[in-house]
Every structure is written in structure tokens, then in C-alpha cells.
């Protein structure tokens, strides 16, 4: 064997040896050929990782620039979208703030141009994720596929190359810090412990295609591993897990809250050592009854479909964000920087993992406000403070006096998924009623997308136990924030309404 091969094989052993001791799986020599790409580069973005952790901040900043200005030029040369769009910048330019911000709807509207590889063409993708059934499957061979909602009335397809993957699962094996006490994890999953998703399923939403990726290239995963829905009876829920008994867990901050009801009544009696908190806004509020409810820390995860890991919970309930690998840009409602400490408008958002499909400056809607002082945890990452990414939970009248709590992203769900509909806003007006604001381009067809919403809908509740709530349809389109353009999709009643 030549020098240059051993020393391939010796970097190749070790990579997966980084790779299995970080996700605390036992390396079998039988199976790993299965997925070698996969833990290839996983391994190799850990050692990256790794590397960064020892350099000093001009080392980073230096690292940090060196991805834009690749991303940059990758976009210009490759993307006939941001080659237009860029059309005014010099072309040897790096500063990213002199290049303009995108939208969500800019990208989509002109999706085949956006992506870097002509085979990619979005109806062949729309056909693809219309098939439940595929979810997790590899696109082409090589890439992964996954969906966000409609906030802004534009649904997002999401194509991410073999290389981002690899930098996501990197970032949540090497950053993410736990209690001593309360267990890795990625240690659970690679032993006999049990491990939970609850996610809205039968779709190719991130959270579930990530997870059950995973479950594909790791085998011991997926033996100890289960996806529970969220559109499912609260009751049905808690059985369900009650017969898992789950060491670590994972869902959004809502239905976090709502197992915390349960397991202070007694009637869930799970034991988890860790929680995980992702896809809406966690408060410190939530966190701390989340936490006592459960007797265990829950760490806080902040991604979006645009990019999976844009900053990672510390034990001191922090969050970092990852900066060697994700630019965050505060700014007001002009899309200028606003300083540290201050909530933005908006943030623009530069992923510099994803080559295939670039997101840069990309406008996400989210309010943020960026860290003034060091955290506790030591970490040199800079932190960020998340504002308002959170609709309601409905608490909606049931049988005789009891009510029922429903999660706004299980409600979302049916009127996306089942009713067709991207861009609405439902208002709780009663303890038993709710109205439908619902954007179209006439009445025929807002009266047409509200007959399919009532009979989603009506279905839905029907399953949860409330049959009797009434819905109507108000006029007018959906009332999105000003500044952000996002909506507020599920309101629930007022305090002042309820106490009425």
C-alpha cells in the first residue's frame, strides 16, 4: 500500500472512530461499508469542529470569512438566480452586506435557477415529497429533501447536499452541552435506552426526515428509537409513552408544556434523563416548569428549514450560535443592523454548509436579539436571544365541562397537509367556536378552501374529543406582523376573554 493510500485508510479509520465515539455507537466492522459517504464526512466535519474549538477568534473570523467569499463565488458561478441578483455587485466583492437580501418567495418563485445543479427541477421535487412514503429517501442518490410550512404564504422545498448534512449532525454531536447527570443523548441512542420524537408526521417535515435519516445509516438507532405524532389525542399520547418510557425526549416547546400538565397530574409517569426543545420559541418561563415537571434540564435547539442548526442550548439555558458556520444579521424593519441587545425586526440568514441550494442573507422572519455579555457555560460563541416564534395552544370545550388542549402545529398540520391551504389565520372567539381568516384570490375560492378547512378541521376535533366546536369563516385576509410578514397562525382566546 502506497503512503498517500495508508495515510487515507489511517484518516478514514479514525473518522470513524470520531464519529462512533461522539455518538456513543459501537463500531461494527460488518455494516459501517453501508453508509461509508455518510460517516465519512460526518467524521471529517467533527474533526473540523474540533480543530476550530482550538483556534484562537482571529483564526475563526479568518475561517468564517473564507466560507462566504467560497459561497459567494459558488452562487455566482453556478446559481443563474444569484449571478442576476448580484448583477450590481462587483464581482471579486466578499463583503457580504454589500450583497442585496432575498425572500422566501424570490427563491421559490425562481426555484430551478436558485439550485446549483440543473438535475434538480422543483415540479420533479414537488412530485417526490407528495409521496409520504418516500420521506428520508435520497433524492437523486445524494441529497436530502424536506419542507417548512407556509408563515409567509410561500411553502419552502429544502434540498440539502451530502456536506451540509454532514456539518448538521456534526454540530449536534459536538456542541450541545449536558448535564453530567442527565446523559448524552447520542450515548442513549447508541446503547438500550429509549429515545422519543414527537413531531407532526406524514410529511417530509425536517424534524422527521433528520431522524429518520439517522435511523437509516445507524441500525442500533432505530432499534431503540420511535416517532409519536402530534395529531393524535392527548390522552393516546400519554399511553403511548407511558408504555415507551423514554430516556430522552424530544419535541417543540408546546407540546413540552402540555406532558408537563400530564406528568404533574400523575397521569403521564415517564422518567427522562434528557429533553430536547426545537421549531418554536422556549421561554425561560416554560423552560424552568418543563424542567421541574420532568426533574431533568431541557436543552434548546434554534434551526429552520433554511438551515437545521443555526445555534445550540448550554446548561445555563443559553443559546449559542454557531458561527463558524452560520451568519445571523439582526436588522430593522430597512433591513439595517441593529446593535446587540436590541430586538430586531427581522434577521437575515447565510447558511454556509448548503452548496446546492445557497441561502444567503436570506430574510427569516424571526425577531432576535444578539448577547451583550458573556454567557456562564464559557463558551466563545456569541449568544442570541429568540423573540416570539410561538402560536397558541386552543383550549377548546369537550364533553360536559372538560376541555381539550390542542397543539397549533397539529392544527396547521390539517389545514396545510389535509385542506390545502398555505396562508390562514384561525381565532379562538369562544371556548367552543373559532373563526378562519383564509387568503384567496376571490370569494369562490376562499369559500371553496374554507368547505375543505371545516371538513379537515371538523374530522380533526371530532378525533380529539371536541365535535362540537363551531367554525366560521371571516373575511379579509390573514393579519400578518407588519415589520416581519409572518403570522400568527393560531390565536387562542385573550386573558381578558377568558375571564369575560
Known amino acids: 500500500m502506497t503512503q498517500v493510500k495508508l495515510h487515507r485508510a489511517r484518516a478514514f479509520v479514525d473518522c470513524m472512530m470520531i464519529t462512533a465515539s461522539a455518538a456513543g455507537y459501537r463500531f461494527d466492522p460488518w455494516n459501517w461499508w453501508r453508509h461509508t459517504d455518510d460517516l465519512w464526512r460526518w467524521g471529517v466535519r467533527l474533526r473540523e469542529l474540533w480543530l476550530e474549538g482550538l483556534a484562537d477568534e482571529a483564526m475563526r473570523e479568518a475561517l468564517r470569512q473564507q466560507r462566504i ?36 418567495a424570490q427563491l421559490m418563485r425562481h426555484f ?48 440539502q447536499d451530502p456536506d451540509a448534512m454532514a456539518v448538521y449532525a456534526a454540530l449536534l454531536s459536538a456542541r450541545f452541552e449536558f448535564d453530567p447527570n442527565a446523559g448524552d443523548p447520542w450515548r442513549m441512542m447508541g446503547g438500550a435506552s429509549r429515545v422519543a420524537l414527537i413531531a407532526a408526521t406524514g410529511g417530509h417535515f425536517a424534524g422527521v426526515v433528520w431522524w429518520e435519516r439517522m435511523c437509516r445509516i445507524h441500525p442500533a438507532v432505530a432499534a431503540n428509537a420511535r416517532v409519536f405524532s402530534i395529531m393524535q389525542p392527548l390522552a ?15 419535541s417543540y416547546p408546546t407540546m413540552l408544556g402540555l406532558l408537563a400538565q400530564e406528568q404533574r397530574a400523575a397521569r403521564l409517569r415517564i422518567r427522562p434523563r434528557s429533553l430536547w426543545s426545537g421549531g418554536e ?68 440568514l447565510t447558511n454556509l454548509a448548503n452548496q446546492v441550494q445557497p441561502v444567503i442573507r436570506y430574510d427569516l422572519g424571526d425577531s432576535i436579539a444578539l ?31 372538560s376541555r381539550v388542549r390542542l397543539l397549533p402545529l397539529a392544527i396547521e398540520t390539517v389545514l396545510e397537509e ?46 380529539q374529543g371536541a365535535p362540537a366546536v363551531r367554525l366560521s369563516c371571516e ?26
Open 371 to 401: 448577547g451583550t455579555a458573556p454567557c456562564p457555560c464559557g463558551a466563545r460563541h456569541p449568544t442570541l436571544r429568540v423573540e416570539g416564534r410561538r402560536d397558541d395552544v386552543l383550549e377548546l370545550q369537550a364533553a360536559g365541562r
Open 281 to 348: 420559541g422556549l421561554t425561560g418561563a416554560d423552560r424552568s416548569a418543563i424542567g421541574e415537571a420532568f426533574g431533568c434540564d431541557v436543552i434548546e435547539d434554534y434551526g429552520a428549514s433554511e438551515c437545521m442548526n443555526i445555534a445550540f442550548g448550554c446548561r445555563h439555558g443559553g443559546l449559542h450560535l454557531n458561527d463558524t458556520w452560520v451568519v445571523l444579521e439582526p436588522v430593522d424593519e430597512h433591513l439595517r443592523p441593529v446593535p446587540p441587545g436590541q430586538p430586531s425586526a427581522t434577521v437575515l
Open 236 to 250: 393516546q399520547l400519554v399511553a403511548q409513552l407511558n408504555d415507551w418510557q423514554p430516556v430522552f425526549l424530544a
Open 475 to 500: 373575511a379579509g385576509a390573514p393579519q400578518a406582523n407588519p415589520v416581519s410578514g409572518k403570522l400568527r397562525r393560531v390565536r387562542a382566546l385573550s386573558a381578558a376573554q377568558r375571564l369575560a
Open 69 to 104: 467569499a467560497a459561497l459567494l463565488a459558488h452562487a455566482r458561478s453556478r446559481s443563474g438566480f444569484y449571478r442576476e441578483h448580484y448583477r450590481d455587485v462587483a464581482h471579486d466583492c466578499t463583503d457580504l452586506a454589500s450583497h442585496p437580501a432575498v425572500t422566501r
Open 112 to 159: 430551478d435557477q436558485w439550485v446549483t445543479d440543473p438535475a434538480l427541477r422543483l415540479h420533479e421535487l414537488q412530485a417526490f415529497i407528495a409521496d409520504p412514503a418516500r420521506v428520508a429517501e435520497p433524492y437523486l442518490g445524494r441529497y436530502t429533501v424536506w419542507t417548512s410550512s407556509g408563515t409567509t404564504g410561500v411553502p419552502g422545498v429544502y434540498v
Open 418 to 463: 389535509e385542506a390545502g391551504i398555505a396562508r390562514f389565520q384561525l381565532t379562538q372567539t369562544a371556548p367552543d367556536a373559532l373563526s378562519l381568516r383564509i387568503e384567496a384570490r376571490s370569494e369562490r375560492q376562499r369559500a371553496a378552501a374554507f368547505r375543505r378547512a371545516a371538513k379537515a378541521l371538523g374530522r380533526y376535533f371530532e378525533q
